[in-house]
């Protein structure tokens, strides 16, 4: 390892190179830096009187942790986070990965249309859409529902889905399946046991990032559920943000709502890398 | 198979735009009578001093947070796309913005700048050792339009840098050594090889960047929600008239309007940057 950072030559442009790594690695760090450290602050770190707030809590702890998972108010946001992100995954992959292998494998009618809507449906912001979703929900009686917010989050998530499995399903060579029906395979048990197998691993990546676009959602939920007994957890702490409570709370919750998040993000990178690139972003 | 994403899809869309319109078109004051089709919504937001705040504060939005959002891939991409140890690790790790959810980010920059008593203050104050101090006294950054802002601003523009990164990387990856090495044995310094080669064979990366990014930063909501509550883009605005006055009327054709905007400065972007390429492809 070393050897090879000394293989790179002392220039002026390697030198600029490095300082500018650095600089970006500091600037994406601090945020994140911050978080931790407010999240682990002991009181006297963060009420100080008029002196400066340390850039690191005097005694660090894990007590705000404790506390906030000692509460039933967390556990219950949590629950239905992950009982909405379960709907939407439900419904967004029984909607979208046949779609996307049809797409992937055969020229039929609509597909521009498909598309074109599936840009446009990008083009109007959230803010924009949820407006008449929530009007409509709110007549069929879908307001303040589990299968309401996950019927909304699904459209969302929708684009996705679609991208990552048709990038997905197009490279799984169609040989494979032509040589199963040569050996008299059916069409549905090509499916079963040579495509899904083989796409296994990509369809769940899909699955978890439909899972975490549900998880952190705010503009939808917030429209759907937020006057109601539903809270999911960006909810749950938008609510407190409202009550100006201690800084550690707030920045303890946002850990436990950003963790699975960054966790889930840093493995799947690379099936989320094709779904941004293809221009359905988020 | 294909039918219902179909169906999802499109019908989503026209109920989205069925409501936006006739809502948009109707007069809540006219009573159950005559209310649609009426323009009063439109002819009430195009008066109001503060629609008209709105919408300047979201072009100027778009017009500072695209380019800002361009560099900043740039400048992520290009440390990326050379050969050192630990590359991996380090395009991860800068992927780690886009993995934080925007309302956490939003809320750890709330209370950063927050006032009296924040980070911000503490350092522009000179409390801590290694910064001179710059202000007298804390100042609220969240009383002031510019600020409070420009503060989303950069939080937003924090959050999207590892989108605009992967797709110039992309780019990047795709233009070949072979065609460097030729320019250097001819003599092409560093800065030639950026303008005549990186550039225009980038190009088609930085063009679905900035039109992918300016939609976006039209569309922006949940920063300036949390960290400019008092001066509003038009996706807050939005959010206000909904929720706070009732005036569905006005909201919806607020969105109609920002709807427009931002087909319209698609439209303009696109054709801006097909000129550009001639332009630059040309020499």
């Known amino acids: 390892m070393i050897r090879q950072w000394w293989r790179l030559h002392i220039n002026r442009v390697n030198v600029v190179w490095f300082v500018v790594m650095l600089l970006m690695i500091i600037v994406v760090a601090l945020p994140v830096y911050f978080m931790i450290k407010y999240s682990i602050s002991d009181r006297s770190s963060l009420l100080t009187g008029g002196e400066a707030i340390p850039l690191w809590p005097h005694h660090p702890t894990l007590r705000t942790y404790f506390y906030i998972l000692s509460y039933p108010d967390f556990y219950k946001a949590a629950f239905i986070s992950f009982k909405i992100a379960f709907l939407t995954i439900l419904i967004s992959m029984m909607v979208g990965v046949p779609a996307s292998y049809v797409l992937a494998r055969y020229h039929i009618p609509g597909k521009a249309v498909l598309l074109v809507s599936l840009i446009s449906i990008r083009l109007f912001p959230d803010i924009v859409s949820i407006i008449p979703v929530a009007i409509a929900f709110a007549k069929l009686g879908l307001h303040d529902t589990y299968i309401g917010a996950a019927l909304a989050h699904a459209l969302l998530a929708l684009p996705y889905v679609l991208y990552i499995c048709m990038g997905i399903f197009e490279s799984i060579p169609s ?6 029906a040569i050996l008299g395979a059916g069409k549905g048990q090509t499916l079963l046991r040579i495509v899904l197998p083989i796409s296994a691993t990509g369809l769940a990546a899909a699955a978890i990032y439909t899972f975490l676009l549900s998880w952190d959602e705010f503009i939808f939920s917030y429209f759907l559920l937020g006057l109601g007994e539903l809270r999911t957890l960006p909810l749950y702490l938008k609510q407190k943000m ?4 201690p800084q550690d709370i707030i920045m303890a919750i946002s850990m436990l709502l950003s963790l699975p998040v960054i966790l889930f993000t840093l ?7 094709s779904g941004m690139t293809a221009g359905a972003v988020k | 198979m294909f039918l219902p994403t179909f169906l999802y899809l499109v019908g989503f869309l026209i109920l989205i735009f069925y409501y936006l319109v006739t809502l948009s078109l109707t007069n809540a004051d006219a009573g159950l009578a005559g209310g649609f089709p009426s323009l009063a919504n439109y002819r009430y937001i195009f008066i109001s001093a503060e629609f008209r705040s709105a919408f300047l504060n979201t072009v100027l939005f778009v017009l500072i947070g695209t380019p800002l959002e361009l560099i900043a891939g740039l400048v992520l991409a290009l440390i990326i796309h050379k050969q050192f140890p630990l590359r991996g690790w380090v395009r991860s790790f800068f992927i780690i913005p886009l993995a934080i959810p925007a309302i956490v980010s939003a809320i750890i920059l709330y209370i950063l700048f ?15 050792p290694f910064f001179p101090a710059i202000l007298e006294t804390p100042f609220n950054f969240r009383a002031s339009a510019f600020y409070s802002l420009g503060i989303s601003l950069i939080g937003k523009v924090w959050r999207d840098m590892p989108i605009s990164m992967l797709i110039l990387l992309a780019g990047l990856t795709s233009i070949t050594q072979d065609q460097y090495a030729a320019a250097e044995t001819m003599g092409a310094s560093e800065r030639q090889k950026f303008r005549y080669i990186t550039l225009p064979l980038l190009l088609p990366s930085i063009a679905s960047v900035l039109l992918i990014r ?4 039209w569309k922006e909501f949940i920063f300036p929600y949390f960290l400019a509550r008092r001066y509003r ?3 807050t605005l939005i959010e ?4 706070d006055w009732h005036k569905t009327g006005e909201a919806t ?5 920002l709807v427009a905007s931002i087909i319209l400065s698609a439209i303009l972007l696109f054709w801006f940057l097909k000129r550009f390429r001639q332009a630059l492809i040309r020499i």
């Open chain 1, 175 to 180: 040989d494979l399946e032509r040589q199963a």
């Open chain 1, 242 to 245: 409202s009550y100006s409570p």
């Open chain 2, 233 to 235: 883009l038009m996706g």
């Open chain 2, 214 to 217: 300016s939609i976006e930063m």
């Open chain 2, 240 to 243: 206000e008239l909904y929720h």
């Open chain 2, 114 to 128: 927050a006032y009296p008593n924040g980070h911000v203050n503490n350092l522009l104050m000179g409390q801590y």
């Open chain 1, 267 to 273: 493995v799947l990178q690379k099936y989320m890398r």
């Open chain 2, 253 to 257: 054709a607020v969105s109609v309007v």
